[in-house]
């Protein structure tokens, strides 16, 4: 059986909304494997990071809760936010940052390596590196980006709800469904720059008019890959849950601070190792996008044709090659 998605006519295509979800799990099936090992190289470090940031965060939080238990009185609420938490709450940032860069480096490589790749073979994770390293400049370029355009979104608001005081609430409901609606193009960003090599500012151009037309659909597969996503790390959770009580109950191993940040940890690695649902997604809408605006597989299909060898002709009546029985 041929290996599945592994040249580029596989991926520009035009798909329904069913088929979309249904090549994401196609193609996780087909390289689950290799894409999981070069997750475990790249994105499991950094998530551990951030798994050990949580881990002195909600400490601090089950303790508080465990502490209220036995004597509520006596607990001060504002005793939570020492050292220990805040230092934690910056690892987790930091870490949270971090993971989710490699995360979506790594995904999005991955890709343009079976996109660029005459032969069927998986990308290995040495592979994966050189794309990820020759790009990480960009990707943190392209991040400061978002992050001056939601700070200059953020201060025209405010400076508009300190202007407009009686009509703030009024302002907010316009405001809030308008940032909403943008945030669903610029989730293609990302597969623009890093598949199609472009400017930081025409990659975030070009993102707004492939969703244009397409917002409804493209927010719909977003919604549906989360929610799957969302119900399979629920099993992530649970650890969790199982820290609290044990320190609430003061059970001796379950209840240590170890065992809270090993859960911590464990949470987020099963964040990120779900996420490529959505990142697979989302490359797929990019395609179908693409191929709808531009129809860029169907014309590399057609300047394809009489490229390859030539049919070998087969009829049961006439054999050429055949010798005869003797």
């Known amino acids: 059986m041929p290996a599945k998605f592994t040249h580029e006519a596989d991926f520009r295509q035009e798909r329904d909304f069913g088929a979309k979800i249904g090549a994401t799990f196609e193609f996780l099936g087909a390289h689950w494997r290799p894409l999981g090992k070069c997750l475990l190289y790249f994105v499991l470090p950094v998530s551990l990071l951030m798994g050990i940031g949580l881990g002195l965060v909600m400490n601090n939080m089950f303790d508080l809760m465990g502490a209220a238990q036995s004597n509520p009185k006596a607990v001060d609420p504002a005793s939570m936010f020492g050292p220990s938490y805040f230092s934690g709450l910056g690892l987790a940032m930091l870490g949270g940052l971090l993971a989710f860069i490699m995360l979506m480096s790594t995904v999005y490589a991955y890709v343009r390596l079976l996109l660029n790749s005459e032969a069927a073979a998986a990308p290995t994770p040495a592979q994966v590196w050189l794309e990820i390293k020759a790009r990480l400049g960009r990707i943190f370029a392209a991040f400061g980006v978002l992050v001056l355009v939601y700070m200059v979104a953020i201060s025209l608001f405010a400076g508009l709800v300190a202007l407009l005081d009686a009509m703030a609430f009024l302002l907010m409901l316009v405001v809030v469904p308008a940032l909403f609606y943008l945030s669903v193009p610029i989730t293609l960003y990302f597969p623009v720059l890093l598949l199609e090599d472009g400017g930081l500012l025409p990659a975030l151009r070009r993102s707004f008019y492939l969703v244009q037309g397409k917002w409804w659909s493209t927010f719909g597969l977003l919604l549906v890959a989360g929610m799957i996503q969302g119900m ?82 087969y009829n049961q009546a006439y054999r050429p090659d055949e010798e005869g029985e003797y």
């Open 232 to 313: 399979l790390t629920i099993v992530f959770i649970l650890p969790q849950y199982a820290v609290m009580f044990g320190k609430m109950l003061k059970v001796p191993v379950l209840g240590s601070d170890a065992m809270g940040m090993m859960a911590q940890c464990f949470y987020t690695s099963g964040i990120l190792l779900t996420y490529p649902i959505s990142l697979i997604a989302l490359i797929f809408q990019y395609f179908n996008l693409v191929e709808r605006k531009e129809g860029l597989g169907l014309r590399s299909l057609v300047n394809s044709l009489g490229s390859g060898p030539a049919p070998v002709a």
